[in-house]
């Protein structure tokens, strides 16, 4: 998640930053799958090709944010279950 949060930082721009080693391990490089069960780039998944680039790097900030917006419910909402018998 700490790419996630970078990206945040980084007002959504990862180009300055961000290598090959680092666009696998990151989560928006895996949100949609090929029918071949590759993954999508994240340019693709996010629809940005298009866009301008500061277009792009406020889609990439708002589902970077959504992304840990989403697992921070889920560990709020899996802590407040209580107890697991």
């Not at 799958?33 to 406020?58: H, I, P, W, Y």
Request: hydrophobic residues 35%; contains cysteine.
């Amino acid at each position: 998640m700490d790419i996630l949060i970078k990206i945040i930082e980084e007002e959504g721009s990862c180009t300055k930053w961000a290598d090959p080693s680092i666009c696998r391990q990151c989560p928006l490089s895996k949100l949609r799958r090929k029918t071949n069960g590759t993954f999508l780039s994240c340019v693709e998944a996010l629809g940005v090709q298009e866009m301008t680039e500061e277009e792009a790097d406020a889609r990439y900030k708002e589902v970077a944010s959504r992304i840990l917006l989403d697992e921070a419910i889920d560990e709020i909402l899996g802590e407040s279950d209580g107890p697991k018998h």
